[in-house]
């Protein structure tokens, strides 16, 4: 299994306070992706990181922010939770793909974080 | 923009049955990769299979079989002699360019004892 751990696994919170989701990959992959799912869309891309400092936005990135300061480490934060933003989160990592006979590009996903805003 | 369909929301079958989920996918790119994801009720998403856009072959495991039609722009998963234990969400998905991966809305297959 690919050494992502998501944390919390679970959380309630109310509208309007801040929350921060972290994953933590022991893999030293370069790629790192944040998704929720949400029933009858799948999982949608909210914001990945291709370095240290280095992140852009996906699908649905409104009302998150992403740091990553260290490889291993790729922080979510919802600044001001809304109901909206209740839904199963998943951090993916990824090789990203280098060229040659050691490319992936396959995204591992870890265990998920279910938040409930309330 | 790249798309991914699933238009099976759910499927149903009796345990040693076969059953196809179908993706069909839409790419302006020449350079592309398909995967299929499962994710049983536990909730985690496990990778099962990656094709290139350069790889027309079907691939077999066990009793997973993967059809990729380049023609048809799909990428078919068929489970032969189902278990109960295949019940599951699976997704497919693709990337292109820049490490995106864009996901199907997921076929919920149950197999009935």
């Known amino acids: 299994d690919a050494g992502i751990t998501q944390s919390p696994r679970h959380k309630v919170t109310e509208t309007g306070t801040p929350v921060t989701l972290r994953c933590h990959q022991t893999?030293?992959?370069?790629?790192m992706y944040w998704y929720r799912q949400d029933p009858g869309h799948g999982l949608r891309l909210i914001h990945y990181?291709?370095?240290?400092?280095?992140?852009d936005k996906g699908e649905v990135s409104d009302g998150y922010s992403v740091s990553r300061s260290k490889t291993e480490d790729f922080l979510l934060t919802l600044e001001s939770a809304t109901s909206s933003q209740t839904s199963v989160y998943f951090c993916?990592?990824?090789?990203?793909?280098?060229?040659?006979?050691?490319?992936?590009?396959?995204?591992?996903f870890g265990a998920g974080t279910r938040l409930s805003v309330l | 923009a790249q798309k991914v369909t699933q238009a099976q929301t759910e499927i149903s079958v009796v345990e040693k049955e076969d059953v196809t989920l179908d993706c069909v996918y839409e790419?302006?790119?020449?350079?592309?990769?398909l995967f299929w994801y499962k994710q049983p009720p536990s909730g985690e998403l496990v990778f099962l299979i990656r094709?290139?856009?350069?790889?027309?072959q079907n691939e077999i495991s066990g009793r997973y079989s993967w059809n990729f039609q380049k023609s048809t722009s799909s990428f078919n998963f068929t489970i032969t002699a189902s278990q109960v234990v295949d019940s599951a969400v699976y997704f497919c998905a693709l990337i292109e360019g820049a490490q995106k991966l864009v996901f199907g809305q997921g076929t919920r297959l149950t197999i009935n004892p």
């Open positions: 790419t302006r790119d020449t350079t592309y990769y």
């Open positions: 993916a990592i990824s090789d990203g793909g280098r060229s040659g006979a050691l490319a992936k590009n396959i995204q591992y």
């Open positions: 893999e030293n992959h370069r790629y």
């Open positions: 990181s291709y370095g240290v400092k280095d992140t």
């Open positions: 094709r290139n856009s350069f790889d027309e």
